[in-house]
């Protein structure tokens, strides 16, 4: 079992920068593939970034290319997004997910996590 617990959400003006924390109870952490994703009310969770369990594959959806960086610290248990130049559109909830790596790849799709932190809300105003 791992507990994800996200924070550094806040409201920052477009153009601006925040990182998001997700810290994870597991001490096996370092054996688990992570991810970032994101929902608005009323539409699904979609994939943000993610990061294979040593840390040396990403992937990121192409809306956040260039603007956002995901990274992990596995002797500290935690990962994070850093995310800068943010739109009015990066506006959402953000979570961090964590799949039970059965290899060194990394996941894209909501349904192959297997655990979930609670989200933080990101609000960037215009």
């Known amino acids: 079992q791992v507990q994800l617990v996200e924070s550094g959400g806040g409201l920052v003006q477009a153009g601006g920068s925040l990182r998001l924390s997700c810290a994870a109870s597991?001490?096996?952490?370092?054996?688990?593939?992570m991810g970032w994703f994101r929902q608005v009310p009323g539409k699904e969770r979609e994939f943000v970034a993610a990061?294979?369990?040593?840390?040396?594959?990403?992937v990121y959806a192409d809306s956040v290319k260039g603007r956002f960086t995901i990274t992990r610290d596995n002797n500290k248990n935690t990962l994070y997004l850093q995310m800068d130049s943010l739109r009015p559109e990066d506006t959402a909830v953000y979570y961090c997910?964590?799949?039970?790596?059965?290899?060194?790849?990394?996941?894209?799709?909501?349904?192959?996590?297997?655990?979930w932190g609670q989200g933080t809300q990101v609000t960037v105003s215009s």
């Open positions: 990061i294979s369990w040593s840390g040396g594959m990403t």
């Open positions: 997910a964590a799949q039970a790596a059965t290899g060194a790849g990394v996941f894209m799709r909501v349904y192959e996590y297997h655990y």
């Open positions: 597991a001490r096996t952490f370092s054996s688990y593939a």
